[in-house]
Structure formats: structure tokens, C-alpha cells
């Protein structure tokens, strides 16, 4: 069956006359939830590693091994959906492993408990993506999936903006306590965070709607690989090799921090570098409903073609802040930024553009593809900025990145839009 008469099969069974339909709006208040979870541990983790005295090295260990398994967990769980036909219940499952995870963190006495609990949270966050993503894709029209996914987008960036603050307000709350073993108000926010954690698997339960679960006992994976049109081919490429200079933000938090340390000492630069990083995820949440809203009306690959063409932007200005030593407040804040804005495009556009080029038979597995090349791309681009900026310098670390992002953006130009 072909994309069109798929969709006017779906269209005609279920009419979709409003975009921001029960199944949107339950999907967007999921992912705040499960962000206000795992965002307001992310914020404080790295203090209770120095509490315990575990060394910086093994939490660069535990978050490459936990994206790893996050990664390769969607394509899996993309698979399974397709054929078992029970997309929702997996998703569910995957919001519970979130605060299954925080359990483990919070009993923790050393990094394997921490391990097992980061592993268990990034194993439901790869269940869950690229599934939630296939049922918001068919609960709307293909001419309302821009401002659609750009809606969710935003909300599930909300738990990114409040989710640290969150943490560490808990945290001054939990330290005037008082307690007798300063690692306790560490683990009483983990505890709290566990509640929004569950909330968000609640809400997904009770609101979301999946009416197009189909069973399929006959697909095998590379059966339904080989079904994906070539055009989505093209499509993944473009993100992948893009992927692979799309270096992680925590890189510009570093970058920052270390362009400031110079004028203002390394504890007031790195206040600074993450305040530029909270601005960075305030402009992703405003911008990713209008950038949806203008997708649906001028073109999904045109205007992520922009925003990856922003991302080339960003890394050229962190190339050239490091050759001249450019400190400027002015600088970095619009650094931080276009980035915010091309991210917000990014996680927009990458699903909705997905929907549209492939059949709905193998949406599920379509999804996991596009999560797993992106989650390897990070890996990749954060190893070699990572490597390149210690073993050469920071500008030939953010050089390399640019380049591969600027020959992904030329690749996406290549991809013809369904």
C-alpha cells in the first residue's frame, strides 16, 4: 500500500480536523513530565558523583553507555510496535522505566548502581521515542504535522528549562534541612523527582489515543528496511552524516566557559555558560511551534535545510571565537542562541518530514531507524569534537563539525519532499 492511499484510507476512517486533538496535547504534557524527571536529576548528578568520589571519567562512561543503549534500543522497539501492533502499551512501559531508573539512582551507594539506573531510564527513553512519535504522526493531517510535532517539541523542551532549575532549587532546599549525611539531599530530590516520572506514565495512559495499532505476525525487519522508499533513504543519510559534526551542547557550555575563564574566573564563567545554556533552551521552547507552523506552509525540507544551514552558522562562530579569543558576552549569547533555534528545527522537522516519506505499515520501524542514526551520529561528533579539541585545539575540534554538518545540509537539499 502507498503512502497516499494509506493516508486517505486513515483519513477517511478517522477524520483529523484539529491538530491540537486529545492524542497532541496528552503527548506534549507526557514528555514535560518525564523531562521535569530525568532534567531535574541531570542538573545535580554531577555533584553527588563528587560527593560519593566517583571519578569525572566513569560519568563520561555511564552517558555514553546509556545513549548507546538508547539508540539502538529504537530501532528494535520500532520493529516490535509494527508487528505486534501495540504501540501504546510499549510507550507506557517506556515512561515506567524513567522512574524505575531514578529508584536505582537514589539507592545509590557507587556508579554501578548509577549505571544500572541511567541504563534502565535511557532503555524506556529509546522504547518510547520513536513509538510516541508514529502515534502523534497519525493522530493529525499531514498538513498540521509541522505545528504538531513543533508543539510537542516545545513541551517536552519545557522539562529542559524548568527541569534544572527545578533540581537545584530542591537541592537548596534539601541542603537547609540539614541532614546528617550530606548525600541525603541529593537522594531526597531524586526521590521527589520520581513523581513527575510517574505522572508522565499516567498521562500518557489516560490521554493519548492510538486507534491505528495494526498487527503485522509476518514482518521481518529487513523485509520492512527494504521497504523504506529511497527518498527516505537519502533522507537518513543526510541526517547521519549531519549527525556526525552535530556535537553535543554540553560542548558549548565547555566552550563558553572556557572563552570566559580568562576576564571572570572559571566559577563565574561557568555560571555564565550555563545561564547561556538555559537562553539556548528558552528560544527552543518559543520557536519550535512557529518554526512548525512555517514548515507546514513554505515545506518541511525547506525549512529544516535552514536550520541545519544555522547549525553550519553556530560551529563557523565557535571556530572563529577560539582563533581570535573573542570573549564577548554579545558573542556567545547569540551563539547559544542559533542554537537554540536550530535545534528547535531539528526536533521538529526530522519526525515530521519521517511521516511523510514513508508508508504508515512501516512507520514504526522508519522512526527507530531515524532515532538510531541520530543517537550514533552524537556519539561520533561528541567523541571527535571531544578528541580534536584535546589533541589539536578547539578550533579544529568545532572546524571538523562544521564541515560535516554543511555536506549533511548539501545531502538534505537532495532529498525530494513527498
Known amino acids: 500500500m502507498g503512502i497516499e492511499t494509506s493516508t486517505e484510507s486513515t483519513v477517511a476512517i478517522r477524520p483529523k480536523s484539529r491538530w491540537l486533538n486529545r492524542t497532541v496535547l496528552g503527548a506534549g504534557i507526557t514528555s514535560a513530565l518525564g523531562d521535569f524527571c530525568y532534567e531535574t ?76 539506573g541511567r541504563a534502565v531510564g535511557w532503555l524506556g527513553k529509546g522504547i518510547r521515542g520513536p513509538l510516541r512519535d508514529a502515534i502523534v504522526a497519525e493522530a493529525i493531517t499531514p498538513e498540521t504535522r509541522g505545528r504538531a510535532f513543533g508543539f510537542h517539541r516545545a513541551a517536552d523542551t519545557l522539562g529542559a528549562v524548568v527541569g534544572p532549575l527545578l533540581g537545584v532549587a530542591l537541592l537548596s532546599w534539601a541542603q537547609a534541612l540539614h541532614l546528617a549525611d550530606p548525600s541525603q539531599a541529593f537522594r531526597l530530590v531524586f526521590w521527589l523527582a520520581i513523581v513527575p516520572g510517574v505522572l508522565s506514565m499516567l498521562s500518557f495512559a489516560l490521554l493519548v489515543r492510538d486507534d491505528e495499532s495494526r498487527p503485522n505476525p509476518a514482518l521481518r525487519f529487513w523485509a520492512s528496511v527494504g521497504r523504506f522508499p529511497a527518498a527516505f533513504r537519502r533522507y537518513l543519510a543526510a541526517v547521519g552524516i549531519f549527525g556526525m559534526g552535530d556535537f553535543s551542547h554540553a560542548l558549548l557550555i565547555l566552550a563558553a566557559t572556557d572563552l570566559l575563564t580568562p576576564s571572570m574566573g572559571v566559577l563565574h564563567a561557568a555560571q555564565i555558560a550555563a545561564a547561556l545554556y538555559i537562553a539556548r533552551n528558552v528560544m527552543q521552547t518559543i520557536a519550535s511551534y512557529p518554526i512548525g507552523y512555517a514548515a507546514d506552509k513554505v515545506g518541511h525540507r525547506t525549512v529544516l535545510t535552514v536550520g541545519y544551514a544555522l547549525g553550519v552558522v553556530v560551529a563557523v562562530l565557535v571556530v572563529l571565537a577560539f582563533a581570535f579569543r573573542l570573549a564577548s558576552l554579545w558573542l556567545l549569547g547569540g551563539i547559544f542562541l542559533l542554537a537554540g533555534l536550530y535545534v528547535a528545527v531539528q526536533e521538529a522537522l526530522e519526525p515530521s518530514l519521517t511521516a511523510g516519506l514513508v508508508p504508515d505499515e512501516v512507520r514504526g520501524v522508519a522512526y527507530g531507524c531515524l532515532g538510531s542514526v541520530n543517537g550514533v551520529g552524537k556519539l561520533v561528533s561528541s567523541a571527535s569534537v571531544g578528541f580534536l579539541w584535546t589533541a589539536v585545539s578547539p578550533a579544529a575540534g568545532f572546524g571538523t563539525a562544521a564541515a560535516l554538518m554543511a555536506i549533511g545540509t548539501f545531502a538534505l537539499t537532495r532529498v525530494r519532499e513527498s
Request: a positive charge; glycine letters at 14%.
Open 41 to 116: 536529576t541531570n542538573a545535580i548528578l554531577p555533584g553527588f558523583f563528587a560527593l560519593l568520589g566517583i571519578p569525572a571519567a566513569a560519568l563520561g562512561a555511564i552517558e555514553g553507555i546509556a545513549d548507546a543503549i538508547s539508540s539502538f534500543t529504537k530501532i528494535g522497539a520500532g520493529y516490535v510496535a509494527d508487528r505486534l501492533g501495540h504501540r501504546k502499551a510499549l510507550v507506557v512501559i517506556g515512561y515506567g522505566l524513567t522512574p524505575l531508573g531514578q529508584i536505582a539512582i537514589a539507592l545509590a551507594i557507587g556508579w554501578p548502581m548509577i549505571l544500572l
